[in-house]
């Protein structure tokens, strides 16, 4: 992973920083000259139409694309060490038909045991303490297939938030989502990056929660148009072109 760390500019508080960061794939530019600066316990949410590289940025910073440019992190307590970032991809899906379970989920990814044995003791109650963070206690013997939109997200956020994080990065957490469980989950994000005094670093659509929730919102369509507060941003003249433009989010 492209992921750096470096001593100054954030004073006793953790930073990222990404500089300049371009991503090319084949012969299509699919990012330049992007900048962010994001501070523990800030909420970023990056906009923009279908296609302008919102996804793209995200695995640059998850070392899953190659780019140019620098991304880099600081945190006072880890000087020495790689940053942990807790990932939830956009849209997964699974069979309604398949038995796996919550709590084999969970095993699966945390545990060398097969899930086909069931959980020890100890492994449950380490599950339940993860699903409590998401106030998801109640799902953890339900058939992950069956979990609605705003459900499976909770379980994803608990799988990401173990070992707990310094940057969360979420693409599209509210896809899929209902209108009552949009307000859930991002009243559920805002506690966590409080809580925890985590980063969290997210791509969304649904521009009526950023007033609200986030701290800086960034426009994207292959650079950075607009960056600021959201109502710098969606006052914008770059948000009115590009929205204009492209016919909607």
Do not use: W
């Amino acid at each position: 992973m492209k992921l750096f760390f470096h001593g100054g500019g954030c004073g006793d508080s953790c930073c990222l920083r990404v500089q300049d960061l371009s991503v090319k794939i084949g012969s299509d530019q699919i990012l330049s000259g992007v900048d962010l600066h994001v501070h523990c316990g800030q909420l970023v949410a990056l906009i923009g139409p279908n296609g302008a590289g919102k996804s793209t940025f995200l695995k640059a910073i998850l070392g899953q694309v190659d780019h140019d440019g620098v991304i880099a992190f600081s945190s006072p307590g880890q000087r020495d060490r790689r940053p942990r970032i807790g990932y939830v991809p956009q849209s997964p899906t699974f069979d309604p038909g398949d038995p796996v379970t919550v709590a084999d989920l969970f095993a699966c990814c945390m545990s060398k045991r097969p899930a086909f044995l069931g959980l020890s003791k100890a492994m449950r109650k380490t599950v339940l303490a993860c699903l409590e963070r998401v106030h998801g206690e109640d799902l953890i013997d339900q058939r992950v297939g069956t979990l609605s939109g705003g459900e499976l997200q909770r379980v994803l956020l608990a799988l990401a938030l173990e070992p707990l994080p310094n940057i969360l990065i979420l693409d599209e957490p509210l896809s899929g989502v209902d209108v009552e469980g949009i307000g859930m989950l991002m009243d559920m994000l805002d506690e966590i990056r409080k809580t925890y005094d985590l980063s969290i670093l997210m791509t969304t659509h649904y521009l009526s929660t950023l007033e609200k929730y986030a701290d800086q919102v960034v426009l994207i369509d292959h650079t950075v148009l607009a960056q600021g507060t959201p109502s710098e941003v969606l006052s914008s003249l770059a948000f009115a072109q590009v929205f204009h433009r492209k016919g909607g989010v």
